[in-house]
Structure formats: C-alpha cells, structure tokens
C-alpha cells in the first residue's frame, strides 16, 4: 500500500515537472565567468527574460583555468548547455570543426560587428564565423594614485621612467612597487609578456609576421621584450615566487602595492575593493614621442552548441548580444570588458573610458599566441606561461627563453621550419 | 549415488561484487587500453598499435615531461617512505607506551588531518606559508628564525620536498594507527617474558615488537607506494594545474590530467592520456608484484 502511495506521488510529481517546462524554454549558458555570476544573475538575465518571459536563462560557470578541459568532456558526452562561451581563436575553431559549434554566418545581429571583432570566432579562410562577439580586454598598468603623490612619482612614458618610477618606490619602502606573482604563471605571460610586448614586436607587424614565417621568435623585439620582463622580479614582493594571482589582487586592492600590471577585466573587481583612487597608464614606450602599441584583445563571445535541443530560442538570445541594450548593459556592468560591437556605447566608469580611448592613441594589437600559433603541440600559449616565468625568476636568460618558444613552434608549424 | 548438487549460491552471493566491481573497475580497465592503443585521425579513433607509447617514450618533449614526473614522483615516495612511516612507527611506539599521558588526546589529534580532504589541507597549507599572508613567516620571526623562512611552495629547489612534508603531516595518522593496533596486539607474556630475560625499553622494542609488526609496515609501505604513484589532489589544489614552478611539483598524476583533460588552450587528448594511465598501471603494478612475491613471501609470521 505505502509502496503505491509512494509511486504515484513520483509519478504525478514527474508529470507536473513537465507540465512546468512546457511553458517555456530553459537554455543554459556555459562560461569561465565565474566572476561575474551576480551580474548576469541580477542585471543581464532579468533584462533578457523581461522582454523574452517564455525563455528562462541560467548561466552556468566553470573555474576559468578548467573551462576548456570540462567544456570539451561535456560537447563530448552530450551534456553541454545551449549557449556555449566562446575562447577566442583556436580554442573555439577545434569546437566549430568537430561540429559542437553552430554556424552563425547568417544571423541578422552578425552585421553589428567589424571584421576584427569576427576575426577571433571565424575560419582561417573567413567563409564562417560561429560565435557571437561580446567584449575585448585591453592590457595596461593600473596604479594607485595615492601611493603615487605619497612617493611623488609621475605616470610613467618611457621605459627608463618607468624603472625610475619602481626604484623610488622601492626606496620609499612603503609600497611594494608591483603586485605580481609567479605562482599561478598566466599573468607573468599575459599581464607581463604579452602586456609590454606590442611595443618591442610593433604589434601586428610583428605578430603577423611570426605566422607568415618572415619572422622568427628569435628577433630583435621578442627577446628585447623578455629582456624588460627579466627586469621586472626586483620589483615585486618578497616571496613573489609562492605569489598567486588572487594574493596580488588583494595586495593592490587593500594598498599595499602601487602598481599592478594589468588586464582591463580587473576593473569591475578593484572598483569594489579598492578604497583608494586608481589611474591607469599603457605600457611604456622606449624613446619619448615613440608609437605606442597596446594588447587589445578579443576576449569573449558566444556560440551556439550544435545539439541544442532548442536552437531558435538561443539564437533569439544570440540576436539579443548583439543588440545596442546588451552592448551597454554588458559594458557598463562589467567596466574593462569593452564592447566590440558597432554601436555607440557610453561608459559610465571613467576608468574604464580612459583605457578604451588609449585606442585613439595607441595601435591595437591581439595577444600574440593565441591565433594559429597554439595549434600545435606544444602550444605556445601554454609554452610562454614557462618561459615569463622563468626569465622573471632569472632561471632562464632571455635569450634561452626566446630560443625555446622558437624550438616549440618549429618543432610542428611549417612556415617556421 | 547421490547427484552431486549444483551450488548456485556461491554464484549468486558472488555475484553483486562481481558485477560492481566490473563494470566501475575491470570494465574501465580494458577501455583504457584499448584507448591507449589508437589514435584520432579526422575525428575517427584509428588503430594504431603502440604507437603512442612510442611517442610518450621517444618523442623528445614528451619523454623529458614523462621522465621528469616519474623522477618527481619517485623522490615524493621517497620522502614519504624515509618521514612518514618512520615517525608513525615512532608516534605508535611512545602511544603505546604505558607512561605517556593524555595518549588517546594525542591519537585523536595525530589522525584528525588523515579524514580532512586534500583541499583543505591544500589551501591550508597554503595559506600557511604564504609569504605574504601566512603565519610561518611571522612565527619563525619570533624565534628569531627569519631567515630561514623561504616561498618554499614557489621555488624549484623546495616546493615538491615542502608538498611531501604536507602529504606526510596529513598522512602520519594512518601507519601510526595500524602500527597501533599491532603493537597492541602483542600479549603481555610476551614482553614480560623478555623483561624477566632483561630486555626492558629501547631494546624490548626493537627485538620484540618491531620483527612482530614487520607484517604492518610492509603493508603501510605498499599503501604508501600505490597512494603516492596515484597523488595528484594535493599538487592540484596547491600549485595548479601546471605543476609550477617549471614543472617542478609535476607528478605522474598531474602529467596525465594535463594530458588526458588538457590544460587551457591545450586541448586533451584521451589516446596519450590513455597511454600514460596504462604505463602508470604498469608502475604500480611492477611495484605490488615486487611486494608480494620478493617481499611478503618471505616474511616471517608469527603466532601466538
């Protein structure tokens, strides 16, 4: 009798458990966003579902450094959300040619992006492009204003400045002069190597040329560009070498470090933290008066998994990032993570609108491994995590280090053999 | 005569056990195998022999990541081995003993690390000897010890021996239980036996007690080998993914999880991954065999 009781109650329950879906559609967002789980949670999903009621959004993060690895187990076994967030460049590419990615070519909203903003989500020959552009992050130094005028130190424009600058900050002995550390590796490659770098390997120039195999790894600029970050492990704090990323984001934010070598997505985070007036300033050029190259780096967007049980709904939700309202809801809730659409977008961080407009100033330029040159294995992307490391730790000479990303590369992609 | 009757039940007690065990362990088992044994070629999985144990043993860079973890692994072992079940046959000794006090205080806080999970423990420690928030530095400060204070997790020379001491710390609890319980098991007449012959303290015990726990720590030992060829939580939860600094913390477990999940924009791959699980089943494999058959046979047991 009790058993009855027991399997009609599961039975009816399971009915009402459909009876509720079918009013309206579930998709499920996959991303390495973690931080910004309450942003989409409170500001960008209520504003989706209050013009689409019939569609329910979930936005479902991973820790950023296993995204790739449970993403591709979860397309693999078939249990991925509808909306999948987007790596820039090969990360995505591998995703659209083993088929988990759908084609977007044709959506309407597509039209509201310039070619370079497509150009992280699209083929090699530019016939697809499978994910939906959302924001690019820019490169730069943060620094604390405070610290500054307590020092009395100036903005740095020359490399020369800008040492002169760490020293007396270092002398001052209040500050530690960079909150960095060689713990987690990523930030020494992509907040130091690929921060400076632009400027030594003429940005595009330079990385364009790697691919094309007119330049090697070896060159001038890109062992200069090791050479300033070898520079850099005098300026950070004690036992920088068991530093990780979140202990240095604490060390600037609670003001006990004056510059922090950065990446734009910091801001939303160090606006929250930090209780002190920030400023923000691009890398430094070698002579005054020289061009200024900045990493500018299309950073994320979405996709649209290919089994998707429901793939019209999540392209109305695709149609909706391209819109002007999300571009400003996107940009404004998260400073540091600028649109890359066409529309007009205000930002309402001051911050956030000084380093986008170091666009006027200075030449953009992507991170220099990410397209092509981590096809491979190994990987250079993974590769020159080691190598920042080592030539800040001072285990490896920069010209060691430079002659090993030549090696990795060489050993598997043609135009360099 | 009597028809010698069918006996099903053998079958059917057997059988929940049988099938459990198959298909979470012997089912896995075969298909990682038979994985480690093709290849993707165009989104197809293509037989191609051993040829993945060719590259993982032959292709420069991965032999010299596979080397380097197998040697990482080894010294991590080692410094289990040569700390830890020294000091928990030497905890289980003095707990032993009928003079100290407060011993079943000091057994529980001995063992408590033992059941909190590698996370924990991981960032714990972590924090710990964090230069910049830990309390080690300060605490050694006080002793006026400062300078040997070091990012021991940060560099190369220090991080993989500071990640073993922690394994150590968190494992000690487990030989010093079992040696525990065989010490306890040894009767009294015995002991008091070799007392009336004059063997009383440090010599009672290595004379009388330590051949009768030999069998204990032989099984400690194997524990010990099979849970250190097989540790990668604690080398995660500190030091990433990447085994930093330089790969220097990378165990064979590490190796094969960048491998077979693939690390960032290293996509993984399950056919190496499945390869590297197989040369490490060999491993501990080789190492148990080695056990039961060199060792355990020819061990003397002893009944009272």
Known sequence: MKTKLIVSALLASSFLGSAALAQGVTLTIESWRNDDLTIWQDKIIPAFEAEHPDIHVIFAPTAPAQYNAALNAKLEGGTAGDLITCRPFDGSLTLYDAGYLADLTDMEGMSNFGDVARSGWTTDDGSATYCMPMASVIHGFIYNK???????????????????????????????????????????????????????????????????????????????AHRQLARWGAYMGDGYEAQSYPDSQNLFTLGRAAIYPAGSWELSGFNAQA????????????????????????????????????????????????????????????????????????????????????????????RPFHQILSRGTPGLATEYWQTSVNVIRGVQTPEEASQQLQDALASWYAPQQ | MEK????????????????????????????????????????QQVFVGLDNFRTLFFNERWAESFWNALKNNTWFFFINMLVQNPVGIMLAAILSSKVVRFSAFFRTAFFIPTILSFVIVGFAWKLILSPIWGIAPDLLDMVGLKSLFAPYLGLESTALTTLALISVWQFVGIPMMLIYASLLS???????????????????????????????????????????????????????GLAGPNYSTDVLGSLLYRTFFGFQTQIGDINMGAALSVVMFGIILAGVSFYLFAIQSRMRRYQF
């Not at chain 1, 149609?319 to 205000?346: I, K, Q, R, T």
């Not at chain 2, 057997?14 to 089912?27: K, T």
């Open chain 1, 275 to 366: 209780d002190f007036e920030m400023g923000a300033f691009y890398p430094p050029v070698e002579n005054a008066g020289d061009d200024c190259y900045i990493s500018d780096q299309v950073d994320i967007a979405v996709g649209l998994n290919a089994a998707s049980p429901h793939p019209d709904e999540a392209k109305v939700f695709l149609d909706w990032v391209a819109s002007s309202e999300f571009a400003n809801l996107y940009a404004n809730s998260l400073p540091g993570f600028f649109s890359l659409s066409n529309h007009d977008v205000m930002m309402e961080d001051p911050l956030a609108q000084e380093i986008v407009d170091w666009r006027k100033t200075c030449h953009s330029s992507l």
């Open chain 2, 4 to 43: 010698k009757k069918k006996r099903w039940h053998i079958a059917i007690f057997l059988a929940p056990a049988v099938l459990v065990y198959s298909a979470l362990m012997i089912f896995p088992l075969f298909g990682t195998l038979q994985l480690s044994l093709f290849d993707k070629v165009d989104q």
């Open chain 2, 186 to 240: 040894i009767p009294d007449e015995v002991l008091e036996a070799a007392e009336i012959d004059g063997l009383t303290g440090m010599s009672a015990f290595l004379k009388i007690k330590l051949p009768l726990i030999w069998p204990s720590i032989g099984i400690i030992s194997i524990l010990t080998f099979v849970g250190n060829f097989n540790s990668f939580d604690l080398i995660y939860t500190t030091q990433g």
């Open chain 1, 146 to 224: 405070e610290a500054f005028d307590e020092v009395g130190v100036e903005v740095p424009a020359t490399v020369e400045e800008f040492f002169a600058v760490l020293d007396k900050i270092k002398e001052d002995g209040n500050y530690i002069p960079l909150a960095m550390g060689t713990a987690d590796q990523w930030e020494a490659a992509t907040m130091g190597y690929a921060n400076i770098g632009p400027n030594y390997w003429k940005g595009e120039e330079g990385r364009l040329g790697v691919i094309a195999g007119t330049m090697k790894l070896t060159d001038g600029g890109w062992v200069e």
